[in-house]
């Protein structure tokens, strides 16, 4: 299974940014997806997650109101769109795959470990 994350950048506060995650080798449409970041010194954290055919999704009350996930099934595809950026939304992004098929969202949400994970893509917003 191969992750491929793509969208970061500087932003200033208040922007938008889309970040987007590409998925190879896994039947994407049968899996729960999660967008995750990790900020230097702080934990990881499960920003969001979407289930199978985007019937449910969780969010982190961190960016509930400001982020929204997707995900194009047809083309392989998980998206973060990210608005009213803070100095704080700072850290590298991640993707992942759930473990198993057919989770909602709010189960992924509450897993501490996962499938596959992307590389990562650095969002900054400086303050």
């Known amino acids: 299974v191969q992750l491929q994350a793509s969208g970061g950048g500087s932003v200033r506060i208040g922007g938008v940014r889309r970040l987007s995650c590409t998925a190879s080798?896994?039947?994407?449409?049968?899996?729960?997806m999660g967008w995750f970041r990790q900020a230097p010194g702080k934990e990881r954290e499960t920003v969001a997650t979407?289930?199978?055919?985007?019937?449910?999704?969780w969010y982190a009350d961190s960016v509930k109101g400001r982020f929204r996930i997707s995900r194009d099934n047809a083309k392989n595809t998980l998206f973060l769109q990210m608005t009213n950026l803070k100095p704080e939304d700072s850290a590298v992004y991640y993707c992942?795959?759930?473990?198993?098929?057919?989770?909602?969202?709010?189960?992924?949400?509450?897993?501490?470990?996962?499938?596959?994970w992307g590389q990562g893509t650095q969002v900054t917003v400086p303050s």
């Open positions: 992942a795959t759930d473990t198993e098929p057919f989770a909602t969202a709010r189960v992924m949400s509450t897993r501490t470990a996962f499938g596959s």
């Open positions: 080798g896994i039947i994407f449409s049968n899996y729960a």
């Open positions: 979407i289930n199978y055919n985007s019937g449910n999704i």
